[in-house]
C-alpha cells in the first residue's frame, strides 16, 4: 500500500510541535489498515559469530571484542526441534539465522536439509531464512526445500548504512531482496533504529523499505553491546521510538511491522503504546545475541489492543 504521508510531511511530522499530531495520524492508520491478527515469529541461530563482515552494532562481527557465543552450524536435529517447540507456543513462523556475510555451497545443502527436517516436524509452521546476501540460484534452492520467507534487513537509511559498514551495502542486499521477490518469496526486511539517524534519515530509511515493499518489517531498536564500535551509544529514547513507530506505520500503512532487538529494554507501557501506533507482529523467544519479549507479555499486549493471536 502506498505510504499515506509525502516525504515533506513526515519530516514536518517529525518535528516536536507535531509529533502529538503523528501518533494520531499512526493511530487511526493502525485502526484503519492493519490486519487485526498479531504475527509472532520465532528465530533458530543456526550459525553465531565469527563473521568477516565489520557492521558496527553486531556482536557476532569477528573484528570486535564481545562476549557473543561462537559456534558453527548446529545441526539439522536441533533446528526441526526448535519448529516443532515454537509452533507448540503458537508461533506462525520460524527463520533459521546463520551469521556470516553469506551462506554458500555446503552451507545452503545444509539449509535445505534443516528445512525438510522443520516442514517434517512442523508442518504447518512458515518457514524462513536470513542468511545473508544469498545469490538467486541458492534461493531457489531453499525455495525447492521449503523455505516461504527471506530475511535481509536494510538496517538504516541507505545513506546513513556506509558509515556503519564498510564490507557490503545496500546496493548488495536489494540485490538478493529483488532475487527473492522475482522468485515468489516472501520478503522480511526493516532495520535499527537508535544508530544515530537524523529525522531526514528515519524519513529516508521509512520510504527505503516502502519502495522495497516487505511482508513484515522488522523495527530492532538499538541495544548496545560492550566490545562493538555502537556499544558506548545511549539506548534510544523511548518517546523518539513510539514516534519512530508511528512514522513507519503512516509510510507502510498496512505492513506488519514487528517488535525485534531491543524490546526487552522498552516498558511493557512503552511496548503498548508501540502497539497504539502501529507495531503488529513480534518475535517470541531469544533473539541473536539479546534477550528477547517474553512470548506470554507480548501476547497479553497485542489480546489487550484487540488483536487475535494464534494461541
Ligand atoms: S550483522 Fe550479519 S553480516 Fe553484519 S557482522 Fe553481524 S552477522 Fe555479520
Redesign the pocket.
Known amino acids: 500500500m502506498e505510504p499515506l504521508i509525502s516525504r515533506r510531511e513526515a519530516l514536518e511530522l517529525l518535528a516536536p510541535q507535531r509529533r502529538s499530531e503523528l501518533r494520531e495520524r499512526a493511530k487511526e492508520a493502525t485502526a484503519q489498515h492493519v490486519v487485526k491478527r498479531f504475527d509472532f515469529c520465532s528465530i533458530i541461530n543456526a550459525k553465531c559469530g565469527k563473521?568477516s563482515?565489520d557492521?558496527k552494532w553486531?556482536a557476532?562481527?569477528a573484528r570486535w571484542k564481545t562476549d557473543c557465543e561462537t559456534y558453527d552450524w548446529i545441526g539439522e536435529e536441533a533446528c526441526a526441534a526448535a519448529a516443532k517447540e515454537a509452533s507448540e507456543k503458537g508461533a506462525d513462523r520460524i527463520g533459521i539465522v546463520m551469521?556470516?556475510?553469506c551462506a554458500k555451497g555446503s552451507e545452503i545443502d545444509k539449509v535445505c536439509a534443516a528445512l525438510r527436517a522443520m516442514r517434517r516436524a512442523a508442518p504447518d509452521i512458515c518457514l524462513c531464512a536470513s542468511v545473508?546476501l544469498v545469490s538467486r540460484a541458492d534461493l531457489a534452492r531453499m525455495k525447492e526445500a521449503g523455505l516461504q520467507r527471506v530475511h535481509c534487513n536494510i538496517e538504516c537509511a541507505p545513506s546513513l548504512f556506509p558509515s556503519l559498514?564498510s564490507t557490503h551495502g545496500t546496493a548488495d542486499k536489494l540485490v538478493t531482496l529483488r532475487a527473492a521477490r522475482d522468485l515468489g518469496l516472501q520478503i522480511c526486511c526493516g532495520g535499527i533504529i537508535g544508530m544515530g539517524e537524523t529525522d531526514k534519515q528515519l524519513v529516508e530509511f521509512a520510504f527505503a523499505l516502502s519502495e522495497i515493499a516487505p511482508d513484515s518489517i522488522p523495527v530492532n531498536v538499538l541495544h548496545p553491546i560492550e566490545g562493538t564500535p555502537l556499544g558506548d551509544r545511549d539506548i534510544l529514547d523511548p518517546e523518539r521510538v513510539v514516534d519512530s513507530v508511528a512514522l513507519l506505520r503512516l509510510v507502510n500503512p498496512s505492513t506488519p511491522l514487528r517488535f525485534a532487538g531491543g524490546r526487552r529494554d522498552m516498558s511493557d507501557e512503552i511496548a503498548a503504546r508501540c502497539i497504539e501506533v502501529g507495531m503488529s507482529a513480534g518475535i517470541a523467544g531469544p533473539l541473536l545475541t539479546t534477550p528477547g519479549a517474553d512470548f506470554d507479555d507480548d501476547r497479553e499486549l497485542a489480546l489487550r489492543a484487540g488483536y487475535t493471536v494464534k494461541c
Open positions: 563473521c563482515e557492521c553486531c557476532q562481527s551469521s556470516g556475510r545473508g559498514c
